[in-house]
């Protein structure tokens, strides 16, 4: 066993303070991963909080985890000391069901160990984050980062960048589609760079007037505020990736889908959203949802990320204005992800 160094909350009214824990030591197909930078993932302020009811305490949290390799087991074959490793939102799953052979270990019929606030596969040891010192993880579970990287923005690419590119692939977005990005944080922005990369028509659909500039600067064709949509916006889109983490008003977007397109809902808001049949019957098109992606589509994401050169705008801070940045991601203000400094643990 090691001690790791981390912040965690113990319940949900209790701010991020330093913790102690340990990790198990390698085994033969493990690796330990001196985590260097986290990114923070409006989920974290979710689930600290308890809003979604399944929580577990202590928690430490993070799930945009990238570091350098200090150990391996001896069976493991894809990485080495010292090469750069990331760590999303799972650790390990039952890898035996027919989904994780369909690669797609996010939805596990059996148990999905996820990153934080959840069991290894024994169901009773709990998983802690990537606001913490260092990880030891399978290396089926651990991705590949290409060196020469700022790492800092690599690191949000492991869960914002996935939980965009996921839906991105799978409704097949290529040369001249037209995509609309609801919320611009850290998913969205993602998602504009992703989808403009795929040779999309992207236009950010935001609440803040002040991202305006940024969206062009982002890759995004067009932008336009929530709050004053027009009848230019009605059936224009192919696809609507909807990020956003609080209440809001489902059928206003769908109006925006096109004939036969598709709205896909990532943005987790604790309470539930209405839609009224109408919104869909009228144009017949799709509502559907999507969770991260599979441990091969996140290796795919990175490999297409260093290719085309997509990075996170990143805020890097230090691990004790964790509590601060939580209370500005409340308020849409992050341009467009925090990232912890580990070093500053
Ligand atoms: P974030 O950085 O805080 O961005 C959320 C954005 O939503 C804000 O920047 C804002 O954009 C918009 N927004 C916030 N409150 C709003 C409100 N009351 N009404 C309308 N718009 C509002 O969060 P994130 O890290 O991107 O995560 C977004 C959501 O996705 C969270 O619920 C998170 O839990 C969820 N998530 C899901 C997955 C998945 O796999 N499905 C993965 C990661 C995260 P504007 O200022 O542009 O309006
Ligand atoms: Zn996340
Ligand atoms: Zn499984």
Redesign the pocket.
Known sequence: MSEAKAYAVQSATSPLAPFKFTRREPGENDIRIDITHCGI???DI?QTRNEWGFSTYPMVPGHEIVGRVSAVGKKVKKFKAGDIAGVG?MVDSCRKCATCKKGLEQHCEVHTSFTYSNTEQDGVTPTHGGYSSHIVVDESFALKVAPDQPLERVAPLL??GI?MYSPLKRWKVGSGDRVGIL??????HAGVKLAAAMGAEVT?L???KS?QADAKRLGAHDFAL?SEAGPALLGRFDLIID??????DVNAALGWVKTGGTMVI????PKPVPVNAFSLIGGRKNLSG???GGIAETQEMLDFCAKHKVLADVEVIAMKDVNAAYER?LK?D?R??FTIDMKTL
């Open positions: 993932c409006h989920t979710h939102c869960c914002a939980t919320g611009l944080g850290g998913l969205g950010v935001s609440g803040s991202k929530t990020t956003v983490s609080a209440d809001h990532v943005g987790a808001p999507s969770v991260i991601m849409s992050v467009y992800r």
